[in-house]
């Protein structure tokens, strides 16, 4: 490793010591290789602009690091990279309640900024179950979406300016919190969603919004997949929902017996519903459920008593991933127009019973977004890359089906160095062909990142 790095940085900004490297190098993957050769924590964004400038003339690959809860490899280090840890530039700068805005460092955990709101008498409401290791520049590059999309949309609804420092190591302020711009390319968008290939999330202006009203939760069992979506339909003709989740018994099962919860109903169904809806839609909230009812969508149901039970309730469903950590799933995160989701379904779930009758499957996700999340779980006695192997041989015919109804091979986990190689199955020849001219125009030397997210050769495997 060049010497400058060590002038750069004060012994305590900067690890090279295994246990640090394995660490910091890597996200919740579990199935790329963890080999960075240091680890910098900047405290500044001259510090990062120096970094940059550095790295730019050395050629020095560098890769960005947040709350490291991401699913794709987007901030795994194989390479002998540099990791660029944001956890010392974790400072809340600025509140302003006209605006309604509030100025981040790119290490500003979620939950953080998310308590600061409600202190402050408003609400941020991007939120997921990473929500307490999770850091705002993480989700800006990654767009982060999570369980409320449904109602309050994805993290780039959210961010109203951005400080990005370019693979040139130039500082841009891209639309400073403003409401109206209409001054051209708005370049925002660009950095939010492209997991730091392009430069560094430093600041982010962050939009809040008014408290919601309490909240009530409803659980329902339902047998047939399609199903599911007529429920949806049912219940947004007579209310707004704040979320609409689903999960499978194989993934209830999974999360019941992880965190030792109670189950939802006393009976069980093949797949569950949760909704989550103002207090002043109770009413149409419980007309709704005699409906479905009726039409025999649903068996039973549990609606909320207290803030406590809508919280057990919500653990259901947002404690399935930690839950199924153990079993290095192999995880698919596909999504299509809601409308489309009936076939696609229909489809999907065919082609994964006939391809991996030895794998157990967990199905869940945002279906109301029409997003699906695909789980194989590894059998405990097969080695992880003939599981990974076998899963990738499948996969394609997946990816088929998600192209073939327009969808996306990644709905809101990213791409990294997971679903690098598939990118075309969504993005076409073209946008991928500019996407590289932008990434040369802002990363000349190839060092934001390299290796994530755009595809070595045409984008299939
Ligand atoms: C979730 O919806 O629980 C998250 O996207 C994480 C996951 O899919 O495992
Ligand atoms: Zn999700």
Redesign the pocket.
């Known amino acids: 490793m060049p010497q400058a790095l060590d002038e750069l940085f004060s012994d305590k900004q900067l690890k090279r010591d295994s246990a640090s490297l394995q660490r910091w190098g890597c996200d919740w993957t579990r199935s790329f290789e963890i080999a960075p050769s240091a680890i910098v924590f900047p405290e500044s964004v001259d510090e990062v602009q120096a970094l940059v400038r550095y790295a730019k003339t050395e050629g020095v690959a560098l890769v960005p690091s947040g709350g490291r809860t991401g699913?794709s490899g987007g901030a795994v280090a194989s390479h002998g990279e540099v990791v660029v840890s944001f956890d010392r530039m974790n400072q809340i700068l600025d509140f302003n309640a006209t605006d309604r805005l509030v100025t981040c460092q790119a290490g500003v955990i979620t939950q953080t900024l998310q308590e600061f709101a409600v202190d402050k008498g408003f609400f941020y409401p991007v939120d997921?179950?990473?929500a307490g290791s999770s850091q705002i520049g993480g989700n800006v590059a990654t767009n982060a979406?999570?369980?409320k999309v449904i109602r309050y949309g994805l993290t780039r609804d959210w961010v109203a300016g951005l400080r990005v420092v370019t693979g040139d190591g130039e500082l841009i302020d891209c639309n400073q919190g403003l409401i109206k711009n209409a001054t051209g390319y708005d370049l925002r968008h660009l950095f939010i969603g492209s997991e730091g290939t392009l430069g560094f999330i430093v600041e982010a202006d962050m939009r809040l919004t008014r408290q919601p009203q309490t909240q009530y939760v409803m659980v329902l069992g339902i047998e047939q997949f399609g199903d599911i979506l007529n429920v949806l339909a049912h219940f947004q003709e007579s209310l707004s929902l704040s979320a609409f989740e689903f999960f499978s018994e194989a993934a209830l099962q999974k999360v019941v017996a992880h965190r030792d919860l109670q189950r939802p109903l006393a009976g069980s169904a093949d797949f569950y519903a949760l909704l989550e809806f103002d207090e002043s839609a109770i009413d149409a909230a419980g007309r709704s459920y005699e409906e479905v009812v009726a039409k025999g969508w649903v068996g039973d149901g549990v609606l909320s008593q207290s803030q406590a039970q809508a919280e057990a309730l919500w653990q259901l469903?947002?404690g399935?991933?930690e839950s199924?950590a153990e079993f290095t799933p192999y995880?698919n995160?596909l999504s299509v127009r809601v409308s489309q989701m009936p076939a696609f379904i229909e489809d999907v779930d065919a082609l994964v019973r006939a391809s991996y009758p030895e794998f157990e499957v967990c199905w869940?996700?945002?279906i109301g977004d029409g997003n699906l999340?695909l789980?194989i779980l590894k059998p405990a006695d097969l080695d992880v890359t003939a599981f990974y192997a076998r899963c990738h041989e499948i996969s394609p015919r997946i990816f088929e089906q998600v192209s073939a109804r327009n969808g996306s091979i990644s709905a809101?986990?990213g791409v990294g160095l997971l679903k690098r190689d598939f990118l075309g199955y969504t993005r076409s020849q073209p946008e991928m062909a500019i996407m590289q001219a932008v990434k040369k125009v802002l990363d000349p030397a190839a060092i934001m990142n390299p290796g994530k997210l755009l595809p070595r050769t045409g984008g299939f495997h």
């Open positions: 699913l997921f179950a990473s979406g999570g369980i469903r947002e399935i991933s199924l995880k995160d869940y996700g945002h999340h789980n809101e986990h």
